[in-house]
């Protein structure tokens, strides 16, 4: 998949979206975004420690869908808007 057709495809995915007010769509964006770039601080110490109890995999696997969520729905976030 090209960068060009992911970017219609996540284009088309926004234009499924309801409607909001614009301040509260892009307040979430800005929570979301920011929520992704610190969400990989929080591997370090599972990743220091080791993954071998299933609770610490289980952790990092919720992390990692997390910071996948975030990064999608934050990634229309515009600082200067």
Known sequence: MSSSSAYELLAQFDDSIPEFDEPFVSAVRGFA????IALPFLYLPLLI????????RVAF????????VTLFIGHAHRGDA
């Open 33 to 36: 975004f920011w929520t992704a």
């Open 49 to 56: 420690t080791g993954l071998n109890s299933g609770a610490t």
């Open 61 to 68: 696997v919720a992390l990692v869908v997390c910071n996948a």
